[in-house]
Structure formats: structure tokens, C-alpha cells
């Protein structure tokens, strides 16, 4: 599991988990259904990628994303 705090830490684990599965750029994106610029700007983490892009990544990859409310962690 990664902990991300920003566009670049997303960006920095789907590019690494895209690696580890030998995809190039132009599979995942043709797999995902979204541009080939789309994807690599993900990748660079720009900051205003829209979000229901970066889940249909994510679906592609095998990835889930979970958020927690750190005030429930009491």
C-alpha cells in the first residue's frame, strides 16, 4: 500500500506500477481509454488531471484507491 500526499506521489505510483507490469504508455492508456498525453502528464503529476480519468488508470492497473479520515483513528 502507498501512501500518497500529492499529484506527483499519484503520479509516481501508477508510472512504477505501469513498469512492474510491463505495460508501455500507449497500452495503458488505449487499456484505460483515456489520451496518451493524459497519461503521461498523470505521470509527471500534474495537478489538474481530471479524477474520473485517474480512476479509470487505476481500474486498468489493478488498483484501488482508499482514503482515511484521520480523526476516526482516535
Known amino acids: 500500500m502507498a501512501k500518497l500526499n ?3 506521489n499519484l503520479g509516481d505510483f501508477i508510472l512504477a506500477t505501469r513498469k512492474r507490469q ?4 500507449e497500452d495503458l492508456a488505449l487499456a ?4 496518451l498525453r493524459f497519461l503521461r502528464e498523470l505521470e509527471k503529476g500534474k495537478e ?3 479524477i474520473n480519468k485517474i ?3 487505476l481500474r486498468s492497473l489493478g488498483c ?5 479520515d484521520k480523526r476516526d483513528m482516535n
Not at 510491463?22 to 504508455?25: D, E, S, V, W
Not at 484505460?32 to 489520451?35: D, E, H, I, L, P
Open 64 to 68: 484501488s484507491l482508499y482514503l482515511e
Open 22 to 25: 510491463r505495460l508501455t504508455q
Open 55 to 57: 480512476f479509470l488508470v
Open 6 to 8: 500529492d499529484s506527483k
Open 32 to 35: 484505460s481509454g483515456v489520451g
Open 48 to 50: 489538474t488531471c481530471q
